[in-house]
C-alpha cells in the first residue's frame, strides 16, 4: 500500500509559476512510475506528465516547455515544476503511482486566473 500526498496548489496568475509535490509512503518509491493527472470541471480526468523509476519522462502536448516532472528518490517526493500558467490549466492535479498496481493521492486544486 502507497498513500500519496499532494501539496502546493494555489490561486495563481496567468503567466505565473506553481511547484506541486506530492510525498509517498513506503520503502520502493524509486521503483514506481510516478505521474500527475489532471481533472478540470466536467472533463475527463487526463496524464499532465510521467517520469519513469530510471527517470525518462513524458508530457501531454499542452504542456510541453512549460512542465516539469522531477522525483527525489531520496525524499520519496516527485513535483511538477508548472512555469507560464494558463487558464486552461485550471484543474485538480492528481499524484499517481503506478508498478502493476495504481494508487492515487487526494489531488490539489490548481487555479489559474486574474
Known amino acids: 500500500q502507497v498513500q500519496l500526498v499532494e501539496s502546493g496548489g494555489g490561486l495563481v496568475q496567468p503567466g505565473g509559476s506553481l511547484r506541486l509535490s506530492c510525498a509517498a509512503s513506503?520503502?520502493?518509491?524509486?521503483?514506481?512510475?510516478m505521474a500527475w493527472y489532471r481533472q478540470a470541471p466536467g472533463k475527463q480526468r487526463e496524464l499532465v506528465a510521467a517520469i519513469t523509476n530510471v527517470g525518462s519522462t513524458n508530457y501531454t502536448d499542452s504542456v510541453k516547455g512549460r512542465f516539469t516532472i522531477s522525483r527525489d528518490n531520496r525524499k520519496n517526493t516527485v513535483y511538477l515544476q508548472m512555469n507560464s500558467l494558463k487558464c486552461e490549466d485550471t484543474a485538480v492535479y492528481y499524484c499517481?503511482?503506478?508498478?502493476?498496481?495504481?494508487?492515487w493521492g487526494q489531488g490539489t486544486q490548481v487555479t489559474v486566473s486574474s
Open positions: 513506503g520503502s520502493i518509491f524509486r521503483l514506481y512510475t
Open positions: 499517481n503511482a503506478a508498478l502493476g498496481v495504481r494508487y
